[in-house]
């Protein structure tokens, strides 16, 4: 009985790993970089350029949580990088 059941759970770990065949990526100045990493550099960008923004226009003393909003700002802009990347937005 616990045999069959490890059996079991490897075959369903093993189908888990179907999507993990390839990563996308993208042929920039003659090299391939993974998508991810292009993803995390424009949110980590995005997030900077929110907080000068921020600064710049006086929001910052007037936004609380400076942190969260500006990594949820970050966050969004590398999902939609990655949704465009990948072709799963267009």
């Known amino acids: 009985m616990a045999r069959s059941l490890a059996l079991i759970a490897l075959a369903a770990l093993a189908a888990s790993l179907y999507g993990c065949a390839g990563a996308p ?3 920039l100045f003659g090299a391939y970089f993974p998508l991810w990493l292009l993803s995390a550099l ?4 995005g997030a ?3 907080y000068r923004i921020f600064v710049a226009t006086g929001w910052a003393e007037i936004v609380r949580a400076q942190l969260l909003v500006n990594t949820a700002i970050g966050l969004i802009l590398a999902e939609i990088v990655w949704l465009l990347g990948s072709g799963h937005l267009l």
């Open 48 to 50: 900077v350029v929110s």
């Open 25 to 27: 990526s993208l042929g």
């Open 42 to 45: 424009a949110g980590i960008v």
